[in-house]
């Protein structure tokens, strides 16, 4: 079992920045692949991005490319991912997940936290 706590949102300014993280317990959250989700309002959870265990290798939804920045320290079980130039489109609760797959749909994740809130105005 992987424990999922994710911490850092909050209320920011259109064009503003946030940095979420996500701190894993349990078993160590090597070698899953992480990602981050998140879910709007009436709307159905989507990717957002992710990245690999071994290789480091990235993948970006295209809505956050260039703005947004995904990281993990495993020394430290901690995921992060650092939103700039937020949109108001981009207010949403965030979730990290972990799973054995580096994919983009939520099925393939088995684990996740239990999410932080970012609401970016305009």
């Known amino acids: 079992q992987v424990q999922l706590v994710e911490s850092g949102g909050g209320l920011v300014r259109a064009g503003g920045s946030l940095r979420l993280s996500c701190a894993a317990s349990g078993r160590t959250f090597s070698p899953y692949a992480m990602g981050w989700f998140r879910q709007a309002p009436g709307k159905e959870r989507e990717f957002v991005c992710a990245i690999a265990w071994g290789s480091g290798s990235t993948w970006y939804a295209d809505s956050v490319k260039g703005r947004f920045t995904i990281s993990r320290d495993n020394s430290k079980n901690t995921l992060y991912l650092q939103m700039n130039s937020l949109l108001p489109e981009d207010t949403a609760v965030y979730y990290c997940?972990?799973?054995?797959?580096?994919?983009?749909?939520?099925?393939?994740?088995?684990?996740w936290g239990q999410g932080t809130q970012v609401t970016v105005s305009s």
């Open positions: 997940a972990a799973g054995p797959s580096f994919s983009a749909r939520p099925k393939a994740y088995d684990y």
